[in-house]
């Protein structure tokens, strides 16, 4: 499987500033996949990055809230714009084969917390 | 919309015993199944893939799947307190993506 890391690895913000988080794989990968995972929660899917076009977006998030880049098949970032306190959670990546439900190998994660 | 249920725990297991983890879906076409173990504070690492009705064995861990009852399972034999963690069920619904369960917590006791 692909090995996968996050930027940063943590971090502290103050509500109304935003972050973007880094997902860097050593392999070339076709889809990449955002989730968040609130305390004690499972995992939400937020959007799918493919390389060369827009992100596909979950019902619930939007791009003007959670900008995703995927300039390259290795590399994605995704924003979290304006945060607020209810934006504290995990931000984890992940990668797949791109076929039908291919297994998914996910990144160590970014744990957020908004004051 | 599409759901995968599992019973949250905390399921409480002496060592050495079999853990049985269950897990419905919703979505009667899903063709994909998968167990995460995640421990706390960490990521979700693959434990298991199963796409064909029956049994799966790898090691410890035996993943079943039923489609005609839309019923996936992972037994975990001979456990250990290293196994203490949440596991989440995931089932493919669409090409690459999977949806999650919210996870069942398990204790192994010693």
């Known amino acids: 499987s692909a090995v996968i890391s996050q930027k940063p690895s943590r971090d502290i913000c103050q509500r109304g500033t935003s972050l973007t988080i880094q997902c860097q794989v050593d392999?070339?990968?076709?889809?990449m996949f955002w989730y968040r995972q609130q305390p004690g929660q499972s995992l939400t899917l937020i959007a799918t990055?493919?390389?060369?076009?827009?992100?596909?977006?979950e019902s619930g998030f939007v791009i003007d809230k959670f900008p995703i880049s995927r300039p390259n098949l290795t590399f994605s970032t995704l924003t979290v714009s304006n945060m607020s306190p209810e934006d504290s959670s995990i931000y984890l990546c992940?990668?797949?084969?791109?076929?039908?439900?291919?297994?998914?190998?996910f990144g160590p994660g970014t744990r957020l917390l908004v004051l | 919309q599409k759901e995968v249920e599992q019973n949250s725990g905390p399921l409480s297991v002496p060592e050495g015993a079999i853990a049985s983890l269950n897990c419905t879906y919703s979505?009667?076409?899903?063709?994909?199944f998968f167990w995460y173990r995640q421990y706390s504070g960490k990521s979700p690492e693959l434990i298991m893939s199963?796409?064909?009705?029956g049994d799966k064995e790898d090691g410890r861990f035996t993943a079943q799947l039923n489609k005609a009852s839309q019923y996936v399972s992972l037994l975990i034999r001979d456990s250990q307190p290293s196994d203490s963690a949440t596991y989440l069920c995931?089932?493919?619904?669409?090409?690459?993506?999977?949806?999650f369960g919210s996870g069942t917590r398990l204790s192994i006791r010693p």
């Open positions: 992940s990668v797949g084969g791109g076929g039908a439900g291919e297994t998914q190998y």
């Open positions: 392999s070339q990968v076709t889809m």
């Open positions: 990055a493919n390389q060369g076009s827009e992100a596909t977006y």
């Open positions: 979505d009667r076409v899903s063709q994909s």
């Open positions: 199963i796409y064909s009705n």
């Open positions: 995931a089932v493919g619904v669409s090409a690459s993506k999977i949806i």
